[in-house]
């Protein structure tokens, strides 16, 4: 992120764009950050976590519980590998269960056809409480209903979000595009509640 903070003055200075003009120019770029806290004008937290590793995801997890103050509610895309790693597997998602108040599994757009529900089911852990998380087989409706779910002092983590990329190109889904999207309806139904 320092790079962003240097880049106005060579910009400025080199190419002869105005001081102003160069640091309005860099604040509309968008570098993608392993963690980012997103705010498209909702009450409530929105975070992406990018990295997704079993101890990344953890640590995310531990800190935001020590700084929330209602509900982590999390929508954890699966990259769908993990299915022949049974055990790593159930791991990853009994951690995720156990350190959200509430998780949406989803998985990537480019296997949906080739994986069942009860196949997904059966490889979650086994001591998961299922009042706790729920599998959604849609990732688009995975993150809308986590925002709808969502009060204004909660926390939305959508993690492990470039497998919602898909592998075939012309599935191509943008969890950002997604987000802002669903948070705007949200915004416009309470808008139009008042």
Not at 30 to 36: C, Q, S, W
Not at 121 to 131: A, I, P, R, T
Request: net charge positive.
């Amino acid at each position: 992120m320092y790079i962003i903070y240097v880049l106005p003055w060579p910009l400025a200075l080199c190419i002869g764009i105005p001081i102003e003009k160069s640091i309005e120019f860099v604040k509309k770029i968008r570098i993608p950050a392993k963690v980012e806290r997103l705010n498209y004008g909702q009450e409530f937290t929105l975070i992406f976590d990018t990295c997704h590793t079993k101890n990344a995801v953890q640590n995310l997890l531990y800190n935001l519980n020590l700084l929330k103050k209602n509900k982590i509610i999390v929508v954890a895309s699966m990259d769908p590998s993990h299915l022949n790693d049974v055990d790593d597997f159930r791991k990853s998602t009994e951690l995720i269960v156990n350190l959200s108040d509430y998780t949406i599994f989803t998985f990537d757009i480019s296997v949906r056809n080739n994986i069942s529900f009860s196949n997904y089911s059966n490889k979650l852990g086994k001591n998961l409480n299922k009042k706790k998380y729920e599998i959604c087989l849609n990732n688009v409706e995975a993150i809308k209903k986590a925002i709808k779910m969502a009060s204004s002092i909660d926390i939305v983590l959508v993690t492990g979000y470039s497998y919602f990329y898909g592998m075939n190109k012309k599935d191509n889904i943008d969890p950002y595009l997604i987000c802002r999207k669903a948070i705007e309806e949200r915004l416009n139904t309470l808008n139009k509640s008042i």
